[in-house]
């Protein structure tokens, strides 16, 4: 353990849990290789040319008691470029592997991450600080180890906009300016550009992915396998109880539980991961690794802002809940060889029940929640909700928009008598082709407010927790794509670190009105529909 002091910032205790635990890989040369028998390798971070301080999360900060650099010349500012490793801290990239598109992909690891040291608080919670764009690892395969700003930009921004729309995910402290420059080829298609680097500094208790358990499997390596999942069972699931075959069956079940919460959540805000791998599935069911990722906005469950998935579409909208239980059965499949002969066949297959009936019972609450509803009951709650869902998809509709408005629709005596036009005004902001336009869809779409009214009136809550829960279910601000690109582009171009700054801070209360930033709240612009970066996104984003 030891303590770092940044002048104004108080002390910072760093502890080493993960790398005086667990075995290291017993070589350092970094190269491109093949790590075994150890879950990490110790490596430092690459020096950068010019490191700036682009963006900061008060937030995370205050969480983690770190006061901002005062400026880019602060000790701070150097750490968190990967200039400077405080004493005490161990640098290393993560050995793990991972299913990727379906098919087991070997070993990948942190090719471009490294974990900077374990920060522990008074509060006895333990926060790894890992730098995302920190130079090459023997992990790296082909790859430079860096991140381009835009890319950055988006884990910055996404990583505390989740946070704050209370999905589990891991947190982002700072955007660091690298002052050198990337060469990336952003569609795959032969036409490479230099953009500026950038380092993120994220955070979360732990960044094992369900991959890190894969590899040791695979390779045979069950001792250290056990040894893993019991040190991730002492760490980060005290409440579980000391690790023994009766824990290990809980912690698997704990696992698919968070991760079918973690999924529901994205079911509810319309957010699209776009790269569910296992190697992006974190151990804790938070969200992890924001690369291409994306918003809904016209509700269409085939939607993936990933150009690399844009044939097969498997990690869509609508795939989600069924892709986290295909990647934990492969988790599942990785720890089979130490749980068989345990006796916990029975507890693994119980897990994977636990995620579907988690999910089923989440995602009904949330579904519930979203239309202002306490629970769903019966066939005709089905039909309700399939009957919206499908009046989503027949027309383009705006996700946020449409759930934000409909807790305004007019109800009792006003509904019963309005025409079709008159009900549904106060949701025509969510259509991207005018409503009155389309008076078959305009009727139809009356016919169920009708309904839906009617079944409000059966509702045991009252109009004012009904809305209290319908703002607390639909938010009114998401990161929507083209607001992202803009304002990694406002840096990228114009140096101006303004758009970033309001973004960011609007994102900190995306359940309250702000109406003074109703601009962020608006439809998709048209130049932004297939606008690259907008709309679509490919693995190297
Ligand atoms: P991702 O698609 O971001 O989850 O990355 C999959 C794998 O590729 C992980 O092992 C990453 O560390 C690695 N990777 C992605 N980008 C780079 C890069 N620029 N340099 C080295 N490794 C990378
Ligand atoms: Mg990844």
């Known amino acids: 353990m030891s303590v770092q002091s940044f002048g104004d910032s108080g002390s910072l205790v760093f502890d080493q849990g993960f790398v005086d635990h667990l075995p290291a890989d017993l070589s350092s040369v970094n190269v491109p290789r093949e790590v075994k028998d150890a879950c990490y390798t110790l490596v430092l971070p690459s020096v950068v040319t010019k490191p700036s301080l682009l963006a900061w999360s008060s937030h995370a900060a205050s969480r983690l008691g770190i006061t901002k650099p005062e400026d880019d010349a602060a000790v701070l ?7 400077q490793v405080l004493p005490g801290m161990k640098p290393y990239a993560a050995r793990y592997g ?4 379906g098919r087991w992909a070997g070993q990948l690891g942190d090719g471009r ?25 023997p992990y790296s395969r082909s790859g430079d180890g860096r ?9 910055f921004l ?60 695979a390779s045979g390596e069950l001792e250290l396998l056990r040894r893993l999942i019991d040190y991730t069972i002492v760490t980060y699931f005290p409440e579980l109880g000391p690790p023994s075959p009766a824990t290990y069956g809980r912690w698997f079940s704990d696992v698919c539980s968070r991760t079918a919460v973690m999924v529901a959540h994205w079911q509810r805000i319309g957010f699209v991961h776009g790269v569910m791998n296992t190697d992006n599935m974190s151990i804790l069911g938070l969200t992890i690794d924001y690369g291409p990722y994306g918003w809904l906005e016209g509700y269409d469950p085939s939607w993936t802002p990933n150009t690399t998935d844009s044939d097969r579409r498997r990690y869509c909208f609508g795939n989600q809940p069924h892709v986290a ?122 016919d169920w407010v009708r309904r839906y009214v009617k079944r409000l009136t059966t509702d045991p809550l009252s109009p004012d927790q009904r809305l209290a829960l319908m703002h607390r279910a639909n938010p009114k601000f998401v990161l929507r794509n083209y607001l992202a690109q803009e304002a990694a582009l406002a840096i990228e171009q114009e140096q101006d670190l303004g758009p970033v700054e309001v973004l960011a801070k609007v994102l900190e209360a995306p359940y309250d009105e702000q109406p003074e930033h109703q601009s962020f709240a608006g439809k998709r612009p048209e130049w932004a529909r297939h606008k690259p970066g907008c709309s679509t996104l490919s693995c190297s984003s």
């Open 147 to 155: 991140a381009v700003l835009r890319s950055s930009v988006r884990e």
């Open 98 to 101: 991972g299913h990727q598109f």
């Open 325 to 446: 239980a295909w990647n934990l059965q492969c988790l599942a499949a990785a720890l089979h060889p130490l749980f068989g002969p345990l006796g916990l066949q029975g507890e693994l297959e119980g897990g994977l029940d636990t995620y579907q009936t988690t999910f089923a019972q989440t995602h009904a609450a949330m579904t519930a929640n979203k239309l202002g509803l306490d629970a769903l009951q019966g066939a005709a709650d089905e039909a309700l909700v399939n009957d919206l869902l499908h009046l989503l998809s027949a027309v383009e509709t705006d996700m946020t928009i449409f759930y934000r408005r409909l807790a305004a629709v007019p109800l009792g005596e006003a509904a019963s008598s309005l025409g079709d036009a008159k009900l549904t005004q106060v949701l025509a902001d969510a259509f991207y082709q005018p409503l009155a336009e389309d008076e078959e869809h305009q009727q139809r779409l009356a």
């Open 77 to 83: 500012t150097a750490v968190l470029a990967g200039n």
């Open 113 to 137: 991450a490294i974990t900077l040291g374990e920060l522990t608080l008074p509060d006895r919670t333990r926060w790894d600080m890992q730098l995302k764009g920190a130079g090459p690892t």
């Open 158 to 217: 996404c990583s505390e906009a989740m946070h704050h729309l209370g999905v589990p995910t891991t947190r982002a402290l700072s955007l660091v300016g690298t002052g050198e420059e990337v060469v990336r080829d952003m569609f795959y298609d032969g036409h490479p550009r230099a953009e500026p680097g950038a380092v993120v500094c994220r955070v979360a208790p732990t960044f094992l992915r369900f991959g890190n358990f894969e590899i040791l499997a």
